[in-house]
Every structure is written in C-alpha cells, then in structure tokens.
C-alpha cells in the first residue's frame, strides 16, 4: 500500500467544485468499482507467473519447468475444492490459456482509503499570491524535513489555472536542490533519499532528472481521461512535461494525493 501524486488536469472549472471534479475524472480508475464479469487471462507460459513457481516450490504444482495450465488448473482447484462458479476457481478456455473470472476494475490506479489534494507540491506565480482560483488545502499534517523539497518557499499550492501556475520555477528549485543534495553527497553526507530516482555518480544527469521529475509527479491524468504514468510509459517525462506545457491558461491543473 502506497500514496503517490497524480496530476489531475481540468477544464475550466469554479474552485469550489476542484474536488468534486477530480474525483469524477478520476472515477474510472477506481480500483473498487465492480464491472461486468470479465475473462482474468493469466501469462500465456504459467512457468512465468511467480504464483506458480511458488505453489510448484510448496509441492502443489508438479515440480516441472514445462507444466501446463491445464495441470496447474486441475492442482489447485483440486487443493483448494473449488468448482466451476465458485470465487478462484481455475479456468482453462480451448487453446489451453488459463484465467479467472473477475470483476474488478482492470483500470484500477486507486481505492477508497484516500483521495484529496495533496502537497502542497505545484508552485504558482509571486503576482498569483491571494487569488482564489489557486487551490490550496491547510490541513497536511507534519512533512519531514527530508521529504519536503518545498520547504519553507513562498508560492506554494495544490494547483489551479495554468496560466497562474508557475513550473518553470518549480523545475528551477528541483534543479538547485538536487546540486545541493549531490555535492552534500559527495563531499561525504548521506546518499540523497526521498528522489523520485536514485541519484549517480553523474551530477548533470542527476540535475536532469530533477527538472524532469518536478512537475509531472507519478501519474498525469489528461483532459481526454486518458491515464498516462512511470510505470507504464517509458517516455511519460518527456511527454507529460511538453503536454503541461502547452496546456491553455484557462486549464486547471490539480496535484491529488491517491491511496493504492
């Protein structure tokens, strides 16, 4: 179980209704939302799904490198008595593929144990300072020190227009922090902790992967409800960073806090 900041980006949209607006963009991916019964199609070689490896090391499954579904199926519905229509039961459809019946969302990013803004992570522009279309959320609770890159800036807010917010700022403080952090390093102090990447030998690249970082979080969902983030998109930097620049003034962009 983990948090993370998603970037939720909007249309023009008064500030009283950011939340409830968020949470309807962000519905679809809603991992307790039931779908219609659906075919949970396992790897095509179950010598690959660590759940068999495990059940073959336990002495369930045959203890062979070339066991089919078909064996694994009839090992553990048998082990475990379940029978067609029964929760976890086994299937195996005609060309031998394994799966279950499920009805849990497949798009599933986030559950019910939390959803709010988050941060306060964005920055917004110094002749921003009072506007109520910037949002901002009090109650944070204690950030340790470490974990808070932000700390002690003025400007500091959980989203709002575009055209008030102020990235290139943001991605400049990244940039100076994480020259901080390196040479404290490597004059001898801790290994940098709480990056979102790991920091090298390499003081440009760390500095590069900072301003990349800075804006786009772990997850940026678009205006078109299409979901885009680290783990699923080898490019998802590069591309959310050029997305949100070129986002119209009047686009509200919101950092949730999601709970998965």
């Known amino acids: 179980m983990s948090t993370y900041d998603v970037l939720v980006v909007l249309p023009p949209t008064p500030p009283a ?3 409830e607006a968020a949470v309807a963009a962000l519905r679809p991916y809603f991992s307790e939302s039931e779908v219609p019964e659906y075919r949970d199609y396992q790897p095509e070689d179950p010598n690959s799904e660590h759940w068999v490896r495990a059940n073959r090391e336990r002495g369930v499954i045959p203890d062979r490198d070339d066991v089919s579904w078909a064996e694994v199926a009839h090992a553990m519905n048998t082990r475990t008595g379940r029978r067609p229509g029964d929760d976890g039961h086994l299937y195996v459809d005609e060309a031998g593929r394994g799966y279950f019946l499920a009805t849990y969302n497949p798009r599933g990013k986030w559950d019910g144990l939390g959803l709010r803004l988050g941060g306060p992570r964005l920055l917004h522009r110094p002749d921003a300072a009072g506007n109520p279309l910037l949002a901002r959320h009090e109650d944070y609770g204690d950030v340790p020190e470490d974990r808070d890159p932000l700390l002690g800036l003025p400007d500091r807010c959980d989203g709002g227009p575009r055209g008030l917010l102020d990235f290139e700022a943001l991605r400049a403080t990244h940039e100076r922090l994480a020259a901080e952090h390196h040479d404290a390093w490597t004059a001898g102090g801790p290994h940098p902790s709480h ?10 690249g760390n500095i590069a992967l900072a301003r ?4 786009p979080g772990y997850a940026l969902l678009r205006l078109d409800g299409s979901w885009t983030d680290k783990h699923d998109d080898p490019d998802y930097l590069a591309d959310a960073n050029a997305y949100l620049d070129a986002l119209d003034p009047d686009t509200v962009v919101l950092d949730v806090s999601c709970h998965c």
């Open 195 to 204: 990056w979102p990447f790991r920091f090298t030998d390499d003081r440009a």
């Open 17 to 19: 209704q950011y939340r």
């Open 212 to 215: 990349a970082n800075a804006v």
